[in-house]
């Protein structure tokens, strides 16, 4: 009985565990979509602030 019981606990355990690592997979694979499109969009900023260039006084 005491084994059974400790079964369905472990077995609960290991079902939320692979959610939560779901939702993380879901997660970043919506992200890496998400710059993907940013990317090609080819909106964005025209130069970064790290330019090489001293500023001007």
């Known amino acids: 009985m005491f084994q059974?019981?400790?079964h369905k606990?472990?077995?609960?355990?290991?079902i939320r565990q692979a959610e939560v690592e779901r939702l993380a997979?879901?997660?970043r694979?919506?992200?890496r979509a998400a710059r993907r499109?940013?990317?090609e969009s080819?909106?964005?900023p025209v130069s970064s602030?790290?330019?090489?260039?001293?500023?001007a006084a």
Not at 49 to 55: C, K, L, Q, T, V
């Open 42 to 44: 080819g909106e964005g």
């Open 49 to 55: 602030d790290n330019s090489g260039y001293a500023r």
């Open 9 to 14: 606990i472990r077995q609960a355990e290991l």
């Open 29 to 31: 694979k919506a992200r």
């Open 37 to 39: 499109a940013a990317k």
């Open 25 to 27: 997979r879901q997660v």
């Open 4 to 6: 059974n019981q400790i």
